[in-house]
Structures are given as C-alpha cells and as structure tokens.
T-cell receptor, first 112, second 114 residues
Framework: KQEVTQIPAALSVPEGENLVLNCSFT??????LQWFRQDPGKGLTSLLL?????REQTSGRLNASLDKSSGRSTLYIAASQPGDSATYLC???????????FGRGTSLIVHP | GAGVSQSPSNKVTEKGKDVELRCDPI?????LYWYRQSLGQGLEFLIYFQGNSAPDKSGLPSDRFSAERTGGSVSTLTIQRTQQEDSAVYLC????????????FGPGTRLTVL
C-alpha cells in the first residue's frame, strides 16, 4: 500500500522567504502526483498536477518537481506571502488503483 | 456548474438519526470520490465510483455507510444511525481520465452529531 509522507508537518516563516515543502512516497510506479492547498474550513484546491512522464510543473510562484526514482516530490513557493498561509497536501495513487493516498499535509503560516 | 458542489454545507443531527449528503461532480467527470476528514486528521478515503463500474467501497468504515451514484452524475452518501464519531467534514471530488485524473474537490459538508 502506498504511503505518502510530508515534511515538515508545520512551517512558520516571515513574508518574502522562498519555501520548500517535501513529499515522499513508497510506490515508485508510474503515476501522477497532485499538490493541493486547503484553507481552514474549506475543501481542497488543486495547485499542480505532475503527470507521470513529467519532471516538473510551474504555476505562477509555485513549482513542483517529481523524482520517481527517489520517491520524492518537492513544492517550491517563491517569495511567500501571507495569503499563502494554508495546509499543503500531496497525493498519489498506488499500484493498480486510481484512488490517491494523501499525505498529512504541511501547515504553513507566512507572517507579514 | 463549473465546479464540484456539495449540499448541505453544514448538517447538525442527533445521534441515531440518518443523514444524506449530496455531491454534484463536474459535468463530464466519470470518477467520483468521497472522503472524510476528522478534526486534525488526514483525508480518509470512503468510496470511489468510476463510470458504470461497480464502486470501490473498501474505505467505508461500517455498514451504516452507503453511497450511490445515479445516472453517472450526482452522488448521495447516506449514514444511518449516526454516531458522535461520525462527526467530520465529508468531502467529494471528481476527476476524468481525459484530464489525467486530476481531482477537483467540493467545499465539503460539515456533519455534527450531537
């Protein structure tokens, strides 16, 4: 069964810092990986989907990479802003299934 | 609609009552997922529908939980004889193989069992 681990569990930084959030997974099979953000009391918002054939995806200040050989994905947030404060989750299906396994998330606070 | 919608947004019920939660997926999405998120916990998979295939019910925590999807679109999650431990946010998501199975979530239903 796929296991997805996110490090760190929580992060508090001043505005303007560049951040790296880590996601590791145990099943190196060829599947997509998706990053989400969740604001308190809200559903999940899709940020980036990295297809199995891709190594990275970019959207604005966000860049996500995927390294299947090492079982890792990294979400890079450039020039962080208070509005980036949220919980960030990664998810990836396990073998033979379209059902994703979610990490527990990284809770991010960006101070003004 | 443009996104996944869920209703009601909040539901307060008494222990022992039945509840129904509704999910309207994105039009054309063949896959629909239900998850549960308890306070301070991660996402717990409940059930998965894909087209006309038999649903994957492997995540349902007990036989008090059931779900159906009518006409390959709207889904209803039913919880019978609710217990206090059923209190959580119930999230629905949909996806399509045509778009790399990227999941899109609804806003959730917050269920409180008194």
């Amino acid at each position: 069964k796929q296991e997805v681990t996110q490090i760190p569990a929580a992060l508090s930084v001043p505005e303007g810092e560049n951040l790296v959030l880590n996601c590791s997974f145990t099943d190196s099979a060829i599947y997509n990986l998706q990053w989400f953000r969740q604001d308190p009391g809200k559903g999940l918002t899709s940020l980036l989907l990295i297809q199995s054939s891709q190594r990275e995806q970019t959207s604005g200040r966000l860049n996500a990479s995927l390294d299947k050989s090492s079982g890792r994905s990294t979400l890079y947030i450039a020039a962080s802003q208070p509005g980036d404060s949220a919980t960030y989750l990664c998810a990836r299906p396990s073998g033979g299934s379209y059902i994703p396994t979610f990490g527990r998330g990284t809770s991010l606070i960006v101070h003004p | 609609g443009a996104g996944v919608s869920q209703s009601p947004s909040n539901k307060v019920t008494e222990k022992g009552k039945d509840v129904e939660l509704r999910c309207d997926p994105i039009s054309g999405h063949t896959a629909l997922y239900w998850y549960r998120q308890s306070l301070g916990q991660g996402l717990e998979f409940l059930i998965y529908f894909q087209g006309n295939s038999a649903p994957d019910k492997s995540g349902l925590p007990s036989d008090r939980f059931s779900a159906e999807r009518t006409g390959g679109s709207v889904s209803t999650l039913t919880i019978q004889r609710t217990q206090q431990e059923d209190s959580a946010v119930y999230l629905c998501a949909s996806s399509s193989p045509r778009f790399y199975n990227e999941q899109f979530f609804g806003p959730g239903t917050r269920l409180t069992v008194l």
